[in-house]
């Protein structure tokens, strides 16, 4: 049977592989916290690879083994625990923290989107899918890091929203092969750019523009919200905002070539802006 500390420890374990920049920030954290975020980390990947990494299983089976893991981890909260090696973690945080479930069925049911939804024709159609894919992990984030006012809440949204709108920006090729564009339809169009091309254009070049300059819209609003965080959890946020930040100055200097190279902060910068967070606060 798991113990908590061995499903803490597969959090851990599933957030080092494959959040290695949320990761590095999380050592700005005072350590009692960081196992919760981990948690976090751990559940939103659980479902992630349901949707995204079962093979060449149908839609279908996705569908139920996704349904089957909401079901699973609503029972398992209800009851107060779980014997499931990653959601007896979650369950210990949310209880302990008392967030909101949900937070939870908005990130599945963003995550059910995916299964069906190659491409959004809007912004807002965007948004949308972002309230429960990004913005609604900041609200998830919030009663861990324990913001002094209720304002925090829409600034963490926008800091899950820029995240994931980074993530969009530098995976484009990764998503292509997945058959998804995470591009709003009508930026495309306006710009006359086509993904699908998987070439720098002057037309790509003006598309990405617009897009990071958008990115960095909500990154201004994110670090309102880092103000209004004690110290402890500030200097994490701040750690994450900042790694994440330049991985938007790398696409510009990769020349916005996000199909044949994939703009990354090197492990050296990670622990170095980590390292100055924590002797800064």
């Not at 093979?55 to 779980?82: I, M, N, Q, T, W």
Request: hydrophobic residues 40%; aromatic residues 10%; glycine residues 6%.
């Amino acid at each position: 049977m798991t113990t908590l500390e061995q499903s803490y420890a597969r959090c851990r374990q599933l957030n080092r592989a494959y959040g290695t920049t949320y990761y590095a920030s999380t050592f700005a954290l005072p350590r009692v916290k960081r196992d919760h975020v981990h948690a976090l980390y751990g559940f939103c990947r659980y479902a992630d690879d349901i949707v995204d990494d079962l093979g060449a299983a149908p839609v279908e089976v996705r569908e139920k083994a996704l349904g089957e893991f909401g079901d699973r981890f609503f029972a398992d909260l209800e009851s107060g625990d779980s014997d499931d090696e990653v959601l007896k973690a979650v369950v210990h945080t949310v209880r302990a923290f008392r967030i909101d479930p949900d937070c939870f069925r908005r990130f599945l049911r963003s995550m059910a989107m995916d299964l069906t939804i190659a491409t959004y024709e809007t912004f807002d159609d965007l948004l949308g899918y972002m309230d429960g894919s990004a913005a609604v992990v900041g609200e998830m984030m919030l009663p861990i890091l324990e913001p002094a006012v209720p304002a925090a809440q829409a600034h963490a949204r926008d800091l899950g929203i820029a995240f994931q709108l980074t993530n969009f920006l530098r995976d484009v090729a990764e998503d292509l092969d997945r058959g998804r564009v995470y591009l709003p339809q009508e930026d495309v169009r306006r710009f006359e750019a086509d993904p699908h091309e998987r070439r720098v254009t002057p037309e790509w070049r003006a598309l990405m523009e617009f897009e990071i300059a958008r990115t960095r819209e909500y990154y201004a609003s994110a670090d309102l919200g880092i103000d209004m965080l004690p110290p402890s959890s500030a200097r994490c946020i701040r750690a994450a905002r900042r790694l994440y930040g330049e991985i938007l100055d790398r696409i510009e200097a990769n020349d916005y070539d996000v199909f044949t190279r994939r703009a990354r902060v090197p492990g050296w910068r990670k622990a170095v802006v980590v390292a100055r967070s924590v002797v800064s606060g």
